[in-house]
């Protein structure tokens, strides 16, 4: 795994921070921490290791992302935030793949929530409704149209990628500042898919924490991406986000008439698909329901629900999560290939921050 760097940014969480360099330091894997804390976290010469390098810089997250690439000499790269994993077998699988194919301009693994309830460490699947590209695909045209609304294929923000794919993608995604943090991902899609195409890997596994808040709940992140849309107070930033995936189509070798159609479908379409699937009365009434379950009812009861209550029961709720056992039996049963000491691990540091966090939280009570 020497010939994959792996960018991390972060931003105000050491306890998250020093878990990645617990995990990282136990490969060969080129990391690359980019730290945008108002100081820098101290970090102790014996958690330290040659192939990790922590750079505090501070500066917003696209500024950072930008930089990322005077950092990564590997063929490979890959983005992954400060709170999740790629297991170590998947990263291989894909380096193989990426080696045997050289059609394909990268990878992108199957995604496993994570989270830590009452000292157990669950999981459970996530967007198992991506869709590789079709065999037919094999032109750029034939890619935009799968992938671009009102179709849809998988999404490449953390995908294990070609070095010089990864930068072309990442600083035409992130050059421009937006005040929606969920306008990037659109545009590294729009980016993937002008350049070639990336695949599915099954044994490529992706563990996206839940332990965090979600993006939409921080004021960092400014609007949700219809409110931006919408507002005409950004009707200016939404021209010229406009405009940059034009000029990407153009650039990228598509006909300006095929250009405006395809921008079109990747802007117009996809936000009336937004807000279709926002609208509907069975989502309102589930994100109602969810929100205010998790807010309002009492810890016994939340304990009680989550310790009896069948999984299927649990998915409406949000409180859904399998076992280390179950997961892993899930996963053989559709024939993906995993190293269980590698999903331990996440598992045991998991765990472990858990219980740092909460002594945290009880010392600072306590103050």
Same mark, same amino acid.
């Given at each position: 795994?020497?010939?994959?760097?792996?960018?991390?940014?972060?931003?105000?969480?050491?306890?998250?921070?020093?878990?990645?360099?617990?995990?990282?330091?136990?490969?060969?894997?080129?990391?690359?921490?980019?730290?945008?804390?108002?100081?820098?976290?101290?970090?102790?010469?014996?958690?330290?290791?040659?192939?990790?390098?922590?750079?505090?810089?501070?500066?917003?997250?696209?500024?950072?992302?930008?930089?990322?690439?005077?950092?990564?000499?590997?063929?490979?790269?890959?983005?992954?935030?400060?709170?999740?994993?790629?297991?170590?077998?998947?990263?291989?699988?894909?380096?193989?793949?990426?080696?045997?194919?050289?059609?394909?301009?990268?990878?992108?693994?199957?995604?496993?929530?994570?989270?830590?309830?009452?000292?157990?460490?669950?999981?459970?699947?996530?967007?198992?409704?991506?869709?590789?590209?079709?065999?037919?695909?094999?032109?750029?045209?034939?890619?935009?149209?799968?992938?671009?609304?009102?179709?849809?294929?998988?999404?490449?923000?953390?995908?294990?990628?070609?070095?010089?794919?990864?930068?072309?993608?990442?600083?035409?995604?992130?050059?421009?500042?937006?005040?929606?943090?969920?306008?990037?991902?659109?545009?590294?899609?729009?980016?993937?898919?002008?350049?070639?195409?990336?695949?599915?890997?099954?044994?490529?596994?992706?563990?996206?924490?839940?332990?965090?808040?979600?993006?939409?709940?921080?004021?960092?992140?400014?609007?949700?991406?219809?409110?931006?849309? !919408?507002?005409? *107070?950004? +009707? &200016?930033?939404? /021209?010229?986000?406009?405009?940059?995936?034009?000029?990407? %189509?153009?650039?990228? $070798?598509?006909?300006?008439?095929?250009?405006?159609?395809?921008?079109?479908?990747?802007?117009?379409?996809?936000?009336?698909?937004?807000?279709?699937?926002?609208?509907?009365?069975?989502?309102?009434?589930?994100?109602?329901?969810?929100?205010?379950?998790?807010?309002?009812?009492?810890?016994?009861?939340?304990?009680?629900?989550?310790?009896?209550?069948?999984? !299927?029961?649990? *998915?409406? +709720? &949000?409180?859904? /999560?399998?076992?280390?056992?179950?997961?892993?039996?899930? %996963?053989?049963?559709? $024939?993906?290939?995993?190293?269980?000491?590698?999903?331990?691990?996440?598992?045991?540091?998991?765990?472990?921050?858990?219980?740092?966090?909460?002594?945290?939280?009880?010392?600072?009570?306590?103050?």
């Amino acid at each position: 795994m020497s010939r994959i760097t792996i960018v991390i940014p972060t931003f105000g969480r050491p306890r998250f921070l020093m878990r990645q360099i617990a995990y990282w330091k136990n490969s060969d894997a080129k990391v690359v921490i980019l730290d945008g804390s108002p100081t820098p976290v101290s970090i102790p010469p014996t958690m330290m290791s040659p192939n990790i390098r922590y750079v505090h810089s501070g500066g917003s997250f696209p500024t950072r992302i930008v930089s990322a690439g005077e950092y990564v000499s590997t063929p490979y790269c890959a983005m992954l935030s400060d709170d999740e994993f790629f297991t170590f077998s998947g990263l291989r699988a894909s380096l193989s793949r990426l080696d045997t194919d050289p059609t394909i301009v990268g990878c992108v693994g199957r995604c496993q929530y994570f989270f830590v309830d009452q000292q157990r460490f669950l999981l459970k699947d996530a967007y198992r409704e991506w869709k590789p590209f079709s065999p037919a695909a094999v032109t750029q045209s034939l890619r935009l149209d799968e992938d671009l609304p009102p179709n849809k294929t998988h999404m490449a923000h953390y995908a294990v990628m070609r070095s010089n794919v990864w930068k072309d993608v990442i600083l035409n995604a992130y050059s421009q500042t937006f005040s929606c943090a969920y306008s990037y991902e659109r545009l590294v899609n729009l980016r993937r898919t002008i350049l070639g195409r990336t695949e599915i890997l099954e044994d490529l596994l992706w563990f996206r924490s839940m332990e965090n808040r979600n993006i939409t709940t921080s004021t960092a992140s400014g609007p949700n991406f219809l409110a931006w849309v !919408r507002s005409p *107070e950004y +009707s &200016g930033e939404i /021209g010229e986000y406009r405009r940059i995936a034009t000029r990407l %189509l153009v650039e990228g $070798g598509v006909d300006p008439l095929e250009a405006k159609e395809f921008e079109h479908r990747w802007f117009s379409v996809g936000v009336d698909q937004t807000i279709l699937r926002k609208s509907k009365l069975r989502k309102r009434f589930r994100d109602w329901y969810r929100q205010k379950l998790l807010v309002w009812s009492p810890k016994w009861f939340r304990l009680f629900v989550k310790r009896h209550l069948p999984n !299927r029961l649990l *998915e409406f +709720s &949000g409180w859904q /999560g399998y076992g280390l056992d179950e997961m892993c039996d899930s %996963l053989a049963s559709r $024939g993906t290939r995993f190293d269980r000491e590698e999903i331990e691990l996440i598992m045991e540091l998991s765990l472990a921050t858990a219980r740092d966090l909460t002594a945290d939280t009880n010392q600072s009570n306590a103050q």
